[in-house]
């Protein structure tokens, strides 16, 4: 194996006819640099002056290592990121989660580490950052009273873990300063499945005892029954309904309709003759369309609509 040499010289003729030796060398990035001067017209005195510059850290020229401002740049734009179009072309990122990152890193990290640069900032400032980040309160108005939560932190800590694991990968950094850090400790709510009963009761035929909107009604019994995603739901279309099944091939994200699911994997899920005609009303209004619309299928309701309905259901028939 051939062992690359720390610099080379060379001669080279000037105009005004002078012999001065020149010397190359490579840089943090293994990148040729420019020829340089050693302003000796000696092979054996230029050699001994680039050894010189070596001995004394000189020779090869200090890499300038960008502020996290600087760095961070265009991140999370699909326009302007160039992570994000590479891992577009090989292991894509789902839009909404683009969307998520680009708002945690917007609020929390952006403007904390601006101004420092990439080599500045270290484990401990990384770690002080995650003590403020669990004092601070939610930005939206609907919990503006409650502490950032466990699972929101450690989202944000793997987007900068993400994002210094790309300056490694670009050699700005030799290592991720996030990469020895331990995400906060998860306050998980016990979740616990509805009882038979409970459910008779929620999707009793008479669904106006409960609930005030026939759409959204249907709309959940049809996820009880099929275990199909909110984005699913919401994503589902009349041509995609058939006699005893629906074909799930899509969803509808934040950012609009996806023709995927999240897994990636179309699926048929079977529906019962009571299913199918609960549903033929909404066909029959919305066509080809989203099924759960109010709008003739153009668009579907929004999550907090079906979201607040369903929990005022639940309170109805606690």
Known sequence: ??????????PRKLASGRRVYYYQCYDGRDRRQWAKSTGKDKKTEAVRYCENLFKDGLLIPKLKIPTFGEFSEGWWDLNTCQYLK????????EDSTILMYKGYFKNHIKEHFAKFGLDEITPKMIESWLVLMSEKKHMSKKVKDKNLSPLTINHTLKILKIMFGEAVRLKLLEINPCSEIKELKRNDVDREIFTVE???????PNWAELWSNETVYIMNRL????????????GLMGKYVFDDYVFVCGQYTPTGYKSNTKTKHNRNIPITPLMRKELEGLLQTNGD??????????KPMSVDRIRRQFDNALKKSA
């Open 1 to 10: 194996m051939r062992i690359k040499a720390n610099f080379s010289v060379f």
């Open 86 to 93: 590479w891992r577009q072309l090989h292991d894509p990122i």
């Open 198 to 204: 409970e459910v008779k009761k929620l999707f009793s």
């Open 223 to 234: 996820a009880a029954c099929t275990g199909m995603r909110m984005g699913e739901i919401r």
């Open 289 to 298: 369309g989203y099924v759960f619309s109010d709008d003739k299928g153009a």
